[in-house]
């Protein structure tokens, strides 16, 4: 395994996650207000619920470590002015959201480096908040991801992290072997591993955090993701145009995620502050 095989995934091109994305190409869990909230406003719901998190009031220095197709910093730099970081290693992202930052009148306060965070050189101390929604299952040495994310923030500042993960160890040793994890990880992603909960915690707190929330979001994901494959399923044909086979691969493999919610994964949000 190598970090970089991440990319395989997210360099599809943009227009595929257009496809059945909501329409800030959000792609982490929504938060449902209401059973029959749409899923462009339970996306923005969740991006006001992570800025709450981080207690942005406006202006706050933000680095978002797997910024996807830019949704979380796009919208912090429009609604709460905050000076946005994304980072990824996959270029066409990039491309992508400083397409986006330039329509939406945001270039100054967007700006994004390729690369995998473990690597990047980010100056200490620099940052008010960083974010990570569905990126840290992609980084294999959870030590190194929070000591460097810890190395970035100012004192007092926040961390967010929203992640899947096993139900507990147990269902982690059972299932990571299984067919199903075995095709969302290599034939999907490249590399990917949904830790227990206790392991990102452990993690965070042999960082130096000081963990102030754990919420758990397992049935909006739930929901999110049922949303995605009502979306895929509409988008057949324009899918099948992009990659023949494409609407069947992404179809199992949002089933494959979708059916083990409560039983063998679970999916939470996790807030820390760099207290010290
Ligand atoms: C599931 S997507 C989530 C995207 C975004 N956070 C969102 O909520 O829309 C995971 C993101 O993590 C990025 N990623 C994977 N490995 C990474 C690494 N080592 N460092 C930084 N980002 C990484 C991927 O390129 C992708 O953008």
């Known amino acids: 395994m190598t970090v970089a095989d991440t ?14 994305l909501d329409p800030l190409r959000k792609y982490s869990s929504a938060l449902y207000a209401t059973p029959d909230e ?12 992570v800025a709450e998190c ?38 066409r992202q990039h491309d992508y959201i400083a397409r986006r930052a330039q329509e939406l009148g945001v270039a100054d306060l ?17 940052m008010d908040a960083v974010s990570m929604l569905g990126s840290i299952v ?30 507990n160890a147990a269902a982690h040793a059972a299932f990571d072997a299984r067919v199903g994890t075995d095709f969302v990880r290599n034939d ?6 949904m830790r227990p909960l206790s392991e990102l915690v452990a993690g965070a707190e042999r960082a130096g955090f000081s963990i102030t929330a754990v ?3 397992t049935d909006h994901y739930r929901r999110t993701i049922e949303d995605w494959l009502r979306n895929v399923a509409a988008a057949e044909e324009r899918l099948e145009a992009h990659e023949p086979g494409l609407t069947a691969k992404l179809t199992h493999y949002l089933e494959v995620a979708n059916a083990g919610w409560g039983y063998t994964t679970k999916h939470y949000a996790l807030v820390c502050r760099n207290a010290r």
Request: glycine content about 10%; overall charge neutral.
């Open 7 to 20: 990319n395989q995934h997210y360099d599809l091109d943009p227009e595929v996650f257009g496809q059945f």
């Open 38 to 49: 749409s899923l462009a406003d339970a996306q923005v719901n969740k991006l006001r619920f």
């Open 54 to 91: 981080l207690r942005l009031r406006g202006g706050e220095r933000l680095l978002d470590i797997g910024c996807g197709w830019g949704a979380l910093i796009l919208f912090m730099a429009r609604e709460y002015r905050c000076e946005t970081l994304g980072v990824s290693p996959a270029p």
């Open 110 to 126: 967007v700006r994004t480096r390729v690369g995998h965070f473990e690597r990047l050189d980010l100056a200490p101390r620099g």
């Open 138 to 167: 992609h980084m294999p040495d959870l030590d190194e991801v929070f000591r460097r994310t810890r190395a970035v923030l100012r004192k007092g500042g926040m961390l967010y992290v929203s992640e899947s993960c096993f139900r």
């Open 188 to 193: 999907i992603f490249g590399w990917g591993d």
């Open 215 to 217: 919420e758990d979001l």
